[in-house]
C-alpha cells in the first residue's frame, strides 16, 4: 500500500542494519543480574534472556550474528556449562541472527511453528519494503510447539506461551515462574514506540491483548526482560500497555473521520506522547506511517 512507500529511508537503515550503528568492535555486550540464575545481556538487537544453573544455560534470542562471539564470551563468564537451548520469540534477525553460530556448536533451537516457517522461506517486511532470505537450514528451530511449551531447568519451570497476531503471528512469552521473572519479546519496548509488523500478521490490538495477559500473571515484584530497552517492571508496563490504547484510539478515530496518513502526520496528534516514547528506532513520523497502516489493515 502507498503508504507504506512513504517510510524513511533512514528508518529503513536503522531497522534493517543496526549493526552498522556502531562499530562491530565498538559494541558491548552488557549482563545484568535479574534474579535467581536468570539474567539479561543487552547488546545490539532484541535484548537476550539467560536461565544459568547446574543444567546448563537455556538461553531467549541472540541478537546478530556477528556479535556471537561476544556473547558465548559474556556467558562464559557467568557460567562454565554449555548452552542447551536457544528459544527464539519470533522471527525478526535482530533476534535470530545468532542462530546458525549457536546451532552450529549443537544448541537445541526452540520457537512457535510460525517463526520456523517463516525462517524456512524468504519473507518480506512490508513496512520497510525489506526482503528478508531464508535461513541456513542450522538456524532453523529443530523443535517447534503450537500454543505452549514447558521447561523444567537449572529447578526452574520455564513456561513458554504463545501469543496470536501480536508483534507477529509467532511471538512467545516466557515465565520464569520460581524466579518471577518474564521475558517478553518484542510484544515489549520499553520506553519507545514499538515496531507491529502487520506483514507477519502483527496487530496492535494483539499486543494490547498480550501486555494485558502479562499483567495479569504478574506482581510489583516481577522483574521484566522487554525485547527492546531497560529492564521493567510491572508499573512501567501498565504506563506502556495505557500508551498503546491511546495511540490505537486516536488513530482509528482519524481514520473514520477519512483522513489521510499526511494530513495525520501535519496534526502531530502525538506530540503530547512523543517526547517520552518518540526517541527510540522508530520517529514519531515513521511510527505514524506504521501504525496508520496496522490500524487500517484492521478496520477492514
Given at each position: 500500500m502507498n503508504y507504506f512507500k512513504k517510510i524513511s529511508l533512514s528508518a529503513l537503515i536503522i531497522v534493517t542494519a543496526s549493526l552498522l550503528q556502531a562499530k562491530e568492535s565498538e559494541i558491548k555486550i552488557t549482563t545484568i543480574n535479574v534474579n535467581n540464575g536468570v539474567y539479561m545481556l543487552m547488546g545490539q538487537g532484541g535484548n537476550i534472556g539467560l536461565s544459568v544453573g547446574e543444567d546448563g544455560v537455556f538461553m531467549i534470542?541472540?541478537?546478530?550474528a556477528p556479535l556471537s562471539a561476544k556473547i558465548k564470551a559474556a556467558i562464559s563468564k557467568i557460567s562454565k556449562k554449555p548452552l542447551k537451548f536457544v528459544i527464539n520469540t519470533h522471527w525478526h534477525f535482530d533476534h535470530t541472527g545468532g542462530n546458525e553460530n549457536f546451532g552450529k556448536d549443537g544448541a537445541i533451537i526452540v520457537s512457535h511453528n510460525n517463526v520456523r516457517k517463516r525462517m524456512s522461506k524468504e519473507g518480506f517486511i512490508k513496512a520497510f519494503n525489506k526482503t528478508i532470505p531464508a535461513a541456513p537450514k542450522v538456524a532453523l528451530p529443530i523443535i517447534t510447539f503450537n500454543d505452549e511449551i514447558n521447561f523444567y531447568f537449572n529447578n526452574e519451570e520455564i513456561e513458554v506461551l504463545h501469543q496470536k497476531n501480536a508483534h507477529?503471528?509467532?511471538?512467545?512469552?516466557?515465565?520464569?515462574?520460581?524466579?518471577?521473572?518474564?521475558?517478553?519479546?518484542?510484544?515489549?519496548?520499553?520506553?519507545f514506540y514499538p515496531f507491529i509488523d502487520s506483514s507477519s500478521q502483527g496487530s496492535m490490538n494483539g499486543i494490547i491483548t498480550s501486555v494485558n495477559y502479562i499483567l495479569s500473571r504478574i506482581n510489583d515484584k516481577t522483574k521484566i526482560i522487554p525485547g527492546h530497552g531497560k529492564l521493567s517492571n510491572k508499573k512501567e508496563l501498565i504506563s506502556y500497555r495505557d500508551t498503546l490504547i491511546i495511540l490505537r484510539d486516536r488513530m482509528q478515530a482519524l481514520i473514520k473521520e477519512g483522513k489521510s496518513i499526511d494530513e495525520i502526520i501535519a496534526m502531530k496528534p502525538n506530540a503530547d506522547l512523543d517526547e517520552t516514547w518518540g526517541k527510540g528506532?522508530?520517529?514519531?513520523?515513521?511510527?505514524?506511517?506504521?501504525?496508520?497502516?496496522?490500524?487500517?489493515?484492521?478496520m477492514k
Open positions: 534470542d541472540d541478537q546478530f507477529t503471528d509467532g511471538d512467545s512469552i516466557i515465565f520464569f515462574k520460581s524466579s518471577n521473572v518474564v521475558h517478553t519479546g518484542d510484544i515489549y519496548f520499553n520506553g528506532f522508530l520517529n514519531p513520523e515513521t511510527f505514524l506511517k506504521i501504525l496508520y497502516g496496522v490500524i487500517k489493515d484492521n
